[in-house]
């Protein structure tokens, strides 16, 4: 026989309907975690004060530091996009005294080897980032065709140009619907050493015109160059046109971290505003394509002071750095109140417990026998019964971020039910449980854990079927439980963390957290190992 669970007569107070869960861990972590809810997802939205299309959720500064980590992903791009053969299509004449006009065509060119000696990647203000290359050494080769009136000849060449010279600047932009944009707004490149060697045919003569073909075929290298770096940018923002805006978290919700404008560059630091809104899987809204927002820039270094409205203003004893972090993350209480409104109205904040799902030496067992001595008139009138507990949050959970630690606030319900012999259901009474708890996040490589405390535990009566509830005794003795299990618990399952969703192969390298008023703040190194 399927149990059920007998309508609740709680006045106008609505009925709470049981939830089941497919996988259910021990009922003491299940209760701890939601009264420790607030810290892991925190804060919520009823009334948004904060308007995610103007102000970011999340807000990061890439500072000088992180250029030269930059710098080798943007050499090996420049190297992978010319270490191959390229349409040249040159053609050109020479009128030789005594032997005519000599015309040539070479078709392509093989470049083989790519020397950057001296490389720099700045800052491009208002633009992006500028690569400039000095001392650069290039080897290729070609085949070529000549005529010099009737005779026809074909060979090969090879060229060594010392002393190249590469600038180039990368513009980065947002295409309206979140996504980065890149384009080349602006090559230049010169070499002033050029060795040439003709092969096959006759190369003996070309070999002795060489230096007529030199200032010729500089100049097209040159071009050359730039157009291949055009291409190769090109493809880049052709892939960055189908990045994803968002990441789903889990089964409920999903992240946006589009970007709210173009990102903002001096000569000093890049400033980056991501959405930071987390949603209901299924119910995602596409961003209107709006105009790109202006974000401030001013933003001195080692540490910001002036942030965006959606930020307080950071000061360098915030967070005391030896050196200068390669990245800075912020990360606003509008983030988690977006979890906390998408998880609440998700119904995911509701947990059934039942007599089996608490460790034995949990001081407070779910049975009648256990419960009756909070009620008497539970266990004389149903003797010696499990019992099951339906816990949900009524209202949404609250956070706060301070320096000290993240404080959280759950208002939650209980309602407690009888299991008849007949598996049927029968509500006995229903309570308030509020708590108050403190949390520290950490970071350790990619992993994102933390811990908890509980600060306080609020249990009242709201209805009972079988009489007053002893609710202060049954507050000392919940309290209890979750010092002595719950937390201990909670703090092993976060200290372990979550893996956070950073792209294949790069890592955080000495991460460091800073609660501020308002938000929190992550410092960190970057680590690329393929």
């Known amino acids: ?90 053609t050109g004449s020479y009128n030789i005294p005594l032997l005519g006009t000599l015309t040539y065509a070479v078709p392509r060119i093989h470049i083989h080897e790519l020397q950057m000696n001296d490389s720099a990647l700045d ?28 005779i026809q000849d074909s060979g090969s060449v090879e060229l060594h140009m010392r002393d190249l010279a590469v600038a180039a600047v990368l513009a980065v932009s947002e295409d309206g619907g979140g996504r980065p944009t ?36 500089r100049q097209h ?41 173009p990102p903002a560059f001096t000569a000093e ?17 596409q961003r209107r394509s709006a105009p790109p927002v202006a974000l401030p820039v001013a933003l001195p270094l080692p540490l910001p002071t002036p942030l965006p409205v959606a930020l307080p203003t950071l000061t360098p004893k915030a967070l005391p750095m030896a050196r200068e972090p390669m990245l800075l993350v912020a990360v ?34 779910l049975s009648t026998k256990s419960m009756g001595v909070f009620s008497p008139q539970l266990q004389e009138r149903y003797g010696n019964q499990p019992m099951e507990l339906h ?13 000290d630690a993240l404080h959280g606030t759950l208002f939650g319900s209980a309602e407690a039910f009888v299991v008849l012999p007949n598996t049927t259901r029968v509500p006995v009474f229903l309570l308030n449980i509020d708590a108050n708890v403190t949390g520290k996040p950490t970071i350790t490589r990619n992993r994102l854990g933390g811990t908890v405390r509980l600060r306080g535990l609020s249990v009242t009566q709201v209805a009972s079927n079988v009489g007053p509830v002893e609710v202060k005794r049954l507050e000392t003795l919940l309290k209890f439980g979750l010092w002595l299990f719950g937390v201990p618990r909670a703090n092993k399952w976060l200290q372990a963390g979550i893996p956070l969703p950073l792209p294949h192969g790069l890592s955080l390298l000495r991460p460091r957290v800073s609660l501020q008023e308002d938000f929190v703040l992550i410092a960190t190194d970057l680590q690329y190992e393929p």
């Open 1 to 90: 026989m399927v149990g059920s669970a007998t309508p609740v007569m709680w006045g106008s107070l609505p009925a709470c309907h049981a939830f089941r869960c497919q996988h259910r861990p021990r009922g003491a972590t299940w209760l701890c975690l939601l009264l420790l809810l607030p810290v892991c997802v925190p804060a919520t939205i009823t009334n948004p004060s904060i308007n995610p299309s103007i102000n970011p959720g999340i807000k990061a500064w890439l500072t000088r530091r992180s250029l030269e980590f930059g710098r080798r992903f943007g050499l090996e791009l420049f190297q992978s996009t010319l270490q191959k053969e390229h349409e040249l299509n040159l």
């Open 123 to 150: 800052f491009a203000e208002d633009v992006g980032v500028r690569l400039t290359v000095q001392r650069a050494q290039i080897q290729l080769s070609a085949d070529w065709a000549a005529r010099l009136g009737a």
């Open 182 to 217: 890149v384009w080349s707004a602006g090559c230049d490149t010169g070499g002033t050493d050029l060795q040439m060697e003709f092969h096959r045919g006759y190369s003996w003569l070309y070999n002795l015109l060489a230096p007529l073909l030199q200032r010729t075929l």
């Open 221 to 261: 290298l040159n071009k050359q160059l730039c157009l291949e770096l055009q291409r190769g940018i090109d493809k880049l923002d052709a892939a960055l046109k189908h990045m994803k805006v968002f990441t789903q978290l889990d089964t409920f919700a999903a992240i946006d971290h589009s970007l709210l404008g």
């Open 269 to 285: 630091h890049g400033d980056i505003a991501l959405k930071g809104e987390i949603f209901r899987v299924g119910m995602y809204q």
């Open 332 to 365: 606003t209480e509008f983030v988690a109140n977006s979890a906390a409104f998408t998880y609440f109205t998700a119904g995911a904040l509701r947990r059934n417990i039942s007599s089996g799902m608490l460790p034995q030496r949990f001081p407070l067992q």
């Open 391 to 403: 816990l949900w949050a009524r209202r949404q959970p609250l956070l706060s971020c301070h320096p």
